[in-house]
């Protein structure tokens, strides 16, 4: 995927796997996988928080858009 790209995971499943163990069908969350920039906990995560979550993401975003020349 071309930048800018952000990643947010969203809900405890993406987080941290659980409340599934690691496995061969399960992992320990998306950040095992690739890099994360935001997480949003819950299960379910609540709606605010998903778009706080978002919110954070897209002014991240921003501020590394304001770092690169």
Same mark, same amino acid.
């Given at each position: 995927?071309?930048?800018?790209?952000?990643?947010?995971?969203?809900?405890?499943?993406?987080?941290?796997?659980?409340?599934?163990?690691?496995?061969?069908?399960?992992?320990?969350?998306?950040?095992?996988?690739?890099?994360?920039?935001?997480?949003?906990?819950?299960?379910?995560? /609540?709606?605010?928080?998903?778009?706080?979550?978002?919110?954070?993401?897209?002014? /991240?975003?921003?501020?590394?858009?304001?770092?690169?020349?």
């Amino acid at each position: 995927m071309s930048d800018p790209r952000l990643v947010v995971a969203v809900g405890a499943c993406a987080v941290s796997g659980a409340p599934y163990p690691a496995g061969y069908a399960s992992g320990d969350g998306a950040a095992s996988a690739l890099p994360v920039d935001v997480f949003v906990p819950g299960c379910p995560p /609540r709606p605010q928080a998903i778009i706080d979550g978002l919110l954070l993401a897209m002014g /991240r975003l921003e501020a590394r858009a304001e770092r690169t020349p």
